[in-house]
């Protein structure tokens, strides 16, 4: 099974925690072990949020911001890598063609931003479009999509499953309103829709919560089926 997973800067390194960076590595590493190809994208989290604002501070435009957090993004995937070792490629893909690449040479495929303009939500959805990725799981501080800003709403029900362009319509308003916040964006929810890829919306706190996920369907969080989309077989195996 070929698997992508998205996780967010927040999640992998909310403050620079060595054991944090190694225990996601090792979750990666079970679901090599497992027979999985694996790609992860890696977001940029607080730091990149503190670099942008600086930035932002001081006269810089959308499109340099943009190459900022790209840079965190990176650096964050750096770390992962560093984590993994000789399982993922040596350094983070700049493009998809190398991030592919990477994956057929058996290795862990580690990337970051790609382009101003577009989140590492998006990059992930693209990613998986492009090396038909059976699996699309998305790691956030967020436990699965719901029909409000949770934060801010205390009665926001959350969505068990979606189809992708139910996907599309719950993200939508959240993206015309700045005040709300969906784990997913809308760019990221429209190429899932577009390709219907299999998706997961999960809090990924615990970074075995991934590896059940991806390996036994097993979580807490939103499954994003296509219509006519059969689940994985190894979900339906004896563990």
Known sequence: MRVVVSVGGSVLAPDLDPERVAAYAEAIERLVADGCEVGVVVGGGGVAREYIETARDIGANEVELDRL?????????????????????????????????????DEVAVIGGVTPGQTTDAVAAAFAESVDADLLVYATSADGVYDADPNADPDAAQFAELSPAELVEVVLPMSRDAGASAPVDLLAAKLIDRAGIRSIVLDGTDPSAVVDAALYGDHTGTDVVPVGGEEPSSWTEER
């Open 69 to 105: 957090g790209i840079g965190t993004t990176r650096l964050n995937a750096r770390l992962l890598i560093a984590a993994l070792g000789d399982r993922a490629s040596l350094a983070p893909a700049t493009d998809y063609e190398e991030a592919g690449a990477a994956l057929r040479r």
